[in-house]
């Protein structure tokens, strides 16, 4: 399978199996429309081509799936495999209550449709001894503190990094600590906790005061922004070249959010994510099919603005073009996807276990409790069985190998079906992975 397209003045084209990319030129890439009918290619092509050009791109064309690398082979994954449950991330929620009352957050102001409540310690050192017994042979393991507002109940992180360090030795794993926070907690003291010993930290904040504003508010219904922006610059400041991203999200209020994405990157953020709002058309601030057209448009201007701020020293990176060519993630992560409910779970401040935190409160899901285990196996049996080698929709998408097949929790939401993509997300997704591609093929022609 391939896939070809033109942007930016450029002719690229990808062979999706083996993840080649190349830069093309005109003839080679018309001819692609005929392959492997040469005979019907040179008729049709040979008024707007010399015959020369023709035969010589498509020798071309032939030693390229002579040499595998065109016209490639399917990934075939042995099936034992694909059946790994080791867990080896976890996103613990410390706190199932807010500071905030953002206007799309999918947590229900943080109790996940549930009570408001933080996690005790007693119940995080189960979380932590859970992911230890539930790893396998997998060394490295991840923690993300999640909320509602994790710094809620920072002195419960705390404890509980102390000790997930104190189990390393026994147990052989190493534990790399993560955070998601909206910012309106810190101050000098847990900044400096923060830089120490998180890994990596996500700071919520959607771009222009404006955008910002409109969706998200204080328990009073007053914009954050004007309480959030220099202590977000401060943290990020600090952090420096460690880990760290600007994570926002964008809704039909601001779909030209490419002026979010560069006033973030104005203000001096490294790393930046700002992701599409995944709401279901009730909400009038959700994305429906009639904006898919005007986003796909603002994704190729953000990546000519892109490749300008790196042309003039200003760059930096957006997580969506941030796509690696030359040693991409492994066969098994690109066809599994995220890996939830098998490798990846979610834990509750009760307790409860979930494939991931956008499953959370929806009581169907739970796969069990740190008492119990993981005691549901037809679930954990269903996100095994859905993914790229089983999924209907995606098996002749160009661009599941580098999505691996999109959210499940976006899936079950419009869909009602972990294994139907959600088709907005897919548009989206395959032109920022389009653009992503575009920049890396111009930067190297620098």
Known sequence: MIHKYELNGYH??????????FEIDEPTYDLLDY?????????????????????????????????GILFSDDIVLEEDLMKNHDVKAMCLHVSHDCNMRCGYCFASEGSFE??????????????????IQNS???????????GGEPLMNLEVVKALVEYARGKETESGKMFRFTMTTNGLLLNEDIMDYLDANMANIVLSIDGREETNDKMRKTLNDEGTY??????????????????????????KNNLDFSKDVLDLADKGFPSISVEPVVATPENYYALGEEDISVLKKEYEKLADEYLRYSGENKGFNFFHFNIDLHAGPCAYKRVSGCGAGTDYVAVTPTGEVYPCHQFVGKEEFILGNLDTGIIDQKI???????????????????????????????????NDDISIPYEIGCE?????????????????NR
């Open 428 to 444: 989206l997704e395959k032109k920022r992975i389009e653009c992503a591609i575009m920049i890396k093929v111009a930067q190297q």
């Open 380 to 414: 954990r049996k269903k996100f095994e069985e859905v993914n790229l080698t089983d999924k209907k929709t995606c098996k002749d998408c160009w661009a599941k190998y580098y999505c691996g097949g999109g959210c499940f929790a976006n899936a079950h939401n419009f």
């Open 12 to 21: 690229i084209l990808l062979d999706i199996n083996s993840g080649s990319v």
């Open 226 to 251: 004007k309480h959030i922006i220099e202590k977000i610059k401060k943290m990020s400041e600090k952090r420096g070249a460690k880990d760290h991203y600007i994570r926002g999200t964008f809704t």
């Open 35 to 67: 392959f492997p009918d040469k005979d019907k290619a040179i008729i049709s092509l040979k008024g707007k081509y010399p015959e020369f050009d023709l035969d010589e791109a498509w020798g071309e064309i032939d030693n390229l799936k002579n040499q």
């Open 136 to 146: 396998g042979n997998r060394r490295h393991l991840e923690v993300d503190f999640f």
């Open 114 to 131: 549930g009570e408001k409540g933080l996690m005790d310690l007693e119940t995080g050192k189960k979380a932590i001894d859970f992911l």
